[in-house]
């Protein structure tokens, strides 16, 4: 079993000692924390060493100095994951065939310590087809050296003068810097026990890359706040913010270093990259905020913000303005709704909000170094729009909060409507501009959600108490413009990972649908596949045991115009459940969460169900079409898959849903009558990932494999989330 040779019971362990105290005057609060959490892989872990300091002093009655300092210090032994099918340990172990053994052996049947190559079990120099040849999952995560390190350093400081009674002006100042280093080295030349990459000719693999991000912000803030008569409670605040960001990313990697025993980076390797990012981001921006209550039954609200960013191109506007209000009515406090209702809050905002974060170099013209067969290039990096501006948002929202029977029920509901718009998307261009992306803000998409919770507290004693809560949410989004009179947009991923697979964003539906084939089952019969007279993009007629595709479009081929929408990852609705009951000293708390309509990507299943390679496959493939007649779901093996079989369908979009137990917790509370040395604590046993109910067929229906909006629901072999039992205790000094 492979994938137990690659796994293991791994030990996790999280500590914090905090020290909190001081007197009117001053007052500090200091943590250190360690965790060390080893992952499922083999030879897979994270340490975080981190310390969190918070001070504030008053230096007079009316003025009072605050800080905050915290640093961390992460570090990350990792493996490849990801379609890398050379170097992801776990495409690796579903690929292997189960019969071969992870280190070589001599001829009487004696194991040696050396790893077996990736290819020691062709017996042909010259086959009818080509080996397809795996590396091994053992040697990936025992010799694979992929390492992470992370310096974190956020200070804040400010101060606080109150020069009346109703005045406070707060100034600000907080530094953020973030240096991380990542390495990867791939062996390759001494043992021979992963397959060659970069098409054979790459037999180990060297790289590095370095970031470095620092952030700084300042602010100040005035704040009024009164109370007239005990009925008019009116507060005011403004100022201005400026932050300033700066991203530096640095790279290089290359191929086949002298031996395995060198692991950097030298002028002489092959196919060596260089490459990096640099990227400044500023934003000013001057608000004002106000809100008025009349007498505990009426609240309004109003803010303006004007914003500046260097996002902007040159001619377009320098500023945005972005304002907002909201109106709430406390229909308890009127005294005309019955007393079993505790709380009845009805509220309505209208808000127009602005996105900036995006890379300020989309509105600039300006060059970079390119390597071309060892010359030194420069080459314009893109075309500039000077009228590239805010991405933005309008949205109205209306909530009702509900509390009951002496807070026994509670009740909360939340709609709300957005329309985001000049929304940035890259256009292909002529190539003649000497690039091919120019962004844009052309793209408009409405969105609406519902929220609703609900809170129970049935039973409510001084010995037994229970709780329980849930929620449900719904969110739908449908693209209203792409701009100049475009209706679609094609993702490709085949430069990513070589993979076929495609997602659209067209006029009408949702973003980042999945796009791809029909299907229809499977061809029983030679008849069947003659009568149906289809034929692939290549022009080969598909016969018995082949897949049968719907020709959208009926011109009798199967090709990219056949095309159509397989759903996406966006759920039709999600939320979560939790019950804790408590007895005296003892409590059970279960935290549930689910998602259904979800539609996922599984690319390790479309790898172990194709039978067009050499590669282990599930078990799934033993109801494969083989005789003439036969009624199944799975089509027939054919090396290299000459009739397209396995090509981007609904055969690999699954159903996602779950419900899931996230974490279940067993705890004992206790006070100074147990433990004189202490005030109070907490001993605890927390089960995470308990179980989960999904008809997905891949490892977890809950995964996230990129940052990247357009590919949500990508399952692309990363490490699942593990079943963790913790066991820890609390205690107050």
């Given at each position: ?396 929202d209306a909530a009702l909060d509900l509390s009951l029977y002496k807070h026994m029920v509670d009740l909360q509901f939340n709609y ?229 079989n396995n090509i981007f369908s609904d055969r690999w979009i699954e159903d996602a849903s779950y419900f899931k137990l996230r974490a ?70």
């Amino acid at each position: 079993d492979w994938t137990k040779e690659i796994t293991r019971k791994a030990f996790v362990t999280d500590n914090i000692f905090r020290i909190e105290g001081g007197d009117e005057i001053a007052k500090y609060n200091i943590s250190l924390g360690y965790t060390n959490e080893g992952g499922i892989l083999d030879n897979t872990s994270t340490q975080r060493f981190h310390t969190l300091i918070n001070s504030s002093v008053m230096v007079s009655r009316w003025v009072d100095i605050f800080t905050n300092v915290n640093l961390a210090y992460i570090s990350s032994d990792l493996q490849e994951q990801g379609m890398k099918e050379a170097t992801n340990p776990i495409l690796a172990s579903n690929f292997m065939m189960p019969n071969l053994y992870p280190y070589m052996r001599e001829m009487n049947g004696n194991l040696l310590p050396n790893y077996a190559t990736y290819n020691g079990w062709n017996v042909n120099a010259n086959p009818t087809y080509a080996y397809n040849n795996v590396s091994n999952p053992l040697a990936l995560v025992e010799t694979v050296e992929g390492d992470d390190k992370i310096y974190d350093v956020n200070v804040r400081a400010g101060l606080n003068w109150r020069p009346t009674e109703n005045w406070t002006i707060t100034g600000m100042l907080n530094i953020y810097y973030d240096y991380t280093e990542e390495s990867l080295f791939v062996p390759g030349v001494t043992d021979k026990a992963i397959v060659p990459q970069l098409y054979g000719t790459g037999f180990n693999y060297v790289s590095k890359g370095v970031r470095e991000q620092s952030s700084y912000f300042y602010g100040v803030n005035a704040m009024y706040q009164k109370l007239f008569g005990n009925i008019h409670d009116f507060k005011a605040y403004g100022g201005l913010r400026f932050i300033t960001k700066n991203f530096e990313y640095d790279f290089e990697s290359g191929y086949n270093t002298a031996n395995d025993n060198y692991k950097t980076l030298a002028s002489d390797l092959d196919e060596r990259i260089i490459d990096g990012i640099n990227d400044e981001w500023k934003w000013l921006s001057y608000y004002l905020h106000a809100d008025y209550t009349f007498n505990h039954l009426v609240k309004a609200m109003a803010n303006l913000s004007v914003d500046g960013s260097s996002v902007s191109g040159v001619d377009a506007p320098r500023f945005g303005f972005f304002p907002s209000a909201g109106l709430t009515f406390f229909a308890a406090n009127t005294g005309a709704l019955p007393s079993w209702i505790d709380m009845m809050n009805l509220s309505a905002e209208v808000s127009l909000t602005g996105n900036s974060r995006f890379s300020s170099n989309y509105a600039k013209n300006y060059y970079l170094t390119s390597n071309l067969f060892n010359m030194g290039a420069i080459v314009r990096s893109n075309v500039p729009n000077t009228r590239l501006e805010w991405e933005k948002k309008a949205q109205f929202d209306a909530a009702l909060d509900l509390s009951l029977y002496k807070h026994m029920v509670d009740l909360q509901f939340n709609y709300f409507y957005a329309n985001s718009y000049d929304l940035l998307l890259d256009r292909n261009i002529s190539a003649v501009y000497g690039s091919s992306l120019y962004y844009d803000n052309t793209a408009s998409i409405s969105s609406q959600g519902y929220e609703l919770a609900l809170r129970l507290n049935p039973v409510h004693t001084k010995n037994f108490d229970w709780s329980i809560s849930g929620n449900i949410s719904t969110v739908k989004s449908t693209v209203e413009s792409l701009g100049n009179a475009q209706t679609e947009d094609i993702i490709e991923f085949t430069a990513y990972n070589e993979d076929d697979a495609q997602v659209i964003t067209r006029v009408g539906s949702s973003p980042y649908e999945f796009y791809g084939y029909q299907t229809d089952g499977i061809y029983a019969t030679t008849a069947e596949a003659q009568a149906a007279g289809l034929k692939n993009a290549a022009g080969k007629a598909y016969q018995a045991g082949d897949v049968r595709f719907i020709d959208q479009n009926h011109d009798g081929i199967i090709n990219d115009e056949d095309r159509v929408s397989l759903g996406s990852a966006t759920p039709d609705f999600f939320g979560g459940v939790s019950t804790t009951l408590r007895y005296k000293w003892i409590s059970l708390k279960a935290d549930f969460g689910y998602s259904v309509g979800n539609k996922a990507y599984n690319a390790l299943r479309r790898q172990t169900e194709s039978m067009s390679t050499f590669y282990n496959q599930s078990t799934a493939v033993l109801n494969r079409w083989q005789i003439e007649g036969q009624m199944t779901d799975m089509p027939r093996a054919a090396y290299g898959d000459p009739s397209g079989n396995n090509i981007f369908s609904d055969r690999w979009i699954e159903d996602a849903s779950y419900f899931k137990l996230r974490a279940l917790t067993l705890a004992f509370h206790f006070d100074n009558k147990m433990l004189r040395f202490c005030q109070s604590g907490t001993i605890y046993v927390t089960g995470e990932n308990l179980f989960t109910l999904t008809d997905y067929l891949g490892s977890d229906p809950e995964f996230n494999y990129s940052y990247s909006e357009s590919m949500r629901g990508f399952d692309y072999a990363k490490v699942a989330l593990p079943i963790t039992i913790k066991v820890g205790f609390n205690l107050n000094f």
